[in-house]
């Protein structure tokens, strides 16, 4: 943490090298939050780009709480994710992308991780969005509890029962192929 | 609903312990009384996790680093330092507040404590909470001060409500989130009770100042503690229930005068100290959290997941620091 603290202080002066590794250090996890919420591969190629581009912009501002770095980044990426349903008037299903699983050398690896997306991506649509957006923060964003809850402005002890609701409806629905 | 907090803080470890790869079968040794309710819901969070490893292509990447090294040549050079107070440590910037108050003087001191979330001086007020806190040489009299700063939030959250500071409020809710846990983890011990340490430490320089100075502000505090008459005024009105409960408030207190005037010793002392803190931890517990829903009420929509989330906070922080008295 208190490395942490002092990239995040460099990178407030602007340090290319902090920066840097702030961004190598969660693009992967935010890009994997931004599609596991919109399940389309450009669209959510594109918002990753701008969360880190609206972060620069706003890192002058960005004040140490004691907070993993990452939780602030997931509160941008999850208000463009709010903004981006906004503008699409949100339909109930959203259609999950055929390349959403590319990226790996294998292709028969690759089908296989389509199959497995599509029933997480299916099974998480069935549940509530606060249920949605912890599974997303806690498993693809690697967030703890403590910076789930303050990505969405609540209480620990709320976020830990959305997260045991979540997983008793993920069962249910994962077991059986229908709703909770 | 204990129980249920108990399975979900152990659903959690569990799932915390998943997520940097240890096996299901770990987990379930460390609990065996939860495995039968454990293991299918870690099953399923194994698949989840499985399902959620999405990875980005590998052109997308090179293509986002590029543009992003080219948004970090383009930025201007920020300020070394950043700041009014570049490069000092937290510490050196309360000590320096601190003395800088007491140059200044008792006029500055009376407006800072004042001090909204938005003032140019809610820095000098959030310095001296911290020097009075490093002053604060008990876990008792640290829970006191914690109990007070966490009242001043909620007034400071009402205010930047009504005032449609959503930023504002946000970070007045993360302190008040913050000194609550503080309590909480000030008022622990393994058996549930008041810690070894908040029992044993005592002695007449530290006695009850910044708890009387709430409750009972005519007694005088000891010449070596921080100031007491900190509390400036603030526009914010407690809902009703600040009678019914100042009312089991001063029963409380009555009592614990009725023990001291007979003679109690050191240790009475003591726990009716604690006592107190319990006290006033059940008053704010009914008042802080009604005076938040009372500024829901008139929230404007920008607002309102902030007061919700205070409000939550409050109720839960309250509760687990007066549950660990038990």
Redesign the interface.
């Known amino acids: 943490m208190q490395d942490e603290q002092s990239r995040v202080r460099r990178a407030k002066e602007h340090d290319q090298i902090a920066l840097t590794q702030l961004y190598e250090e969660n693009f992967d996890k935010i890009y994997r939050y931004i599609v596991l919420k919109i399940g389309d591969r450009a669209e959510a190629e594109d918002m990753t780009q701008q969360v880190f581009l609206n972060a620069l912009k706003s890192i002058s501002s960005y004040k140490w709480k004691g907070m993993p770095f990452s939780a602030w980044l997931f509160r941008i990426a999850h208000n463009q994710v709010v903004d981006h349903y906004r503008r699409k008037s949100r339909s109930t299903t959203v259609p999950l992308d055929e390349n959403i699983a590319s990226g790996y050398d294998n292709p028969g690896r690759e089908a296989e991780r389509k199959m497995e997306i599509e029933e997480m991506n299916r099974a998480t649509k069935q549940l509530t969005n606060a249920q949605q957006e912890v599974i997303s923060l806690r498993f693809a964003g690697e967030l703890s509890i403590a910076e789930v809850a303050r990505v969405m402005r609540k209480s620990e002890g709320a976020i830990k029962a959305l997260q045991h609701a979540a997983i008793i409806s993920l069962r249910k629905i994962m077991s059986t192929g229908t709703g909770p | 609903m204990k129980k ?2 108990e ?3 152990i ?2 470890e569990c ?2 312990k998943i ?1 940097q790869g240890n096996t299901v079968e770990e987990c379930l040794r460390d609990y065996p009384d939860h495995a039968a309710a454990l293991e ?2 870690l ?3 194994m ?12 052109e ?2 090179d293509r ?2 590029h ?3 080219s ?3 383009e ?8 700041g009014f107070f570049p490069r000092f440590k937290p510490v050196w910037i309360a000590l320096t507040a601190f003395i800088a108050i007491l140059i200044i003087g008792s006029g500055t001191v009376y407006a800072a404590t004042g001090a909204l979330p938005d003032s140019p001086l809610y820095g000098i007020k959030m310095a001296t909470e911290s020097v009075w806190l490093a002053l604060t040489p008990t876990d008792i009299g640290k829970a006191e001060l914690y109990t007070r700063f966490a009242d001043r939030r909620v007034d400071e959250i009402v205010r930047m409500a009504e005032l449609g500071k959503v930023e504002y409020a ?2 007045a ?2 302190k008040l ?2 000194q609550l846990v503080a309590i909480a983890s000030l008022t622990i011990t393994e058996n549930g009770s008041p810690s070894e340490n908040m029992l044993s430490f005592g002695g007449a320089e530290e006695d009850s100042t910044p708890l009387m100075a709430t409750i009972a502000p005519t007694i005088t505090p000891a010449p070596t503690t921080p100031p007491t008459e900190d509390v400036a005024p603030v526009p914010v009105t407690r809902p009703d229930t600040t009678e019914k409960a100042q009312a089991g408030l001063d029963a409380a207190l009555s009592a614990s005068d009725s023990e001291r005037n007979v003679g109690a010793s050191e240790d009475d002392e003591e726990l009716n100290r604690e006592e107190r803190l319990k006290a006033l931890l059940l008053q704010r517990a009914i008042e802080n959290p009604e005076a938040l829903m009372k500024a829901l009420e008139t929230a404007s929509e920008s607002m309102r ?2 007061l ?2 205070a409000i ?2 409050a ?3 309250y509760e687990e620091a007066i549950n660990n008295f038990k």
């Open positions: 249920d907090r399975f979900d803080n659903l959690d799932l915390e997520l299918p819901m099953r399923t969070v698949k989840a996790r499985a399902a959620t490893d999405i990875r980005p292509r590998p997308f990447k986002a680093r543009q992003f090294q948004a970090i040549r930025m201007e050079p920020a300020p070394a330092g950043g946000q970070e809710t993360e989130e913050r997941d902030i919700e989330w939550e906070v109720g839960e922080g």
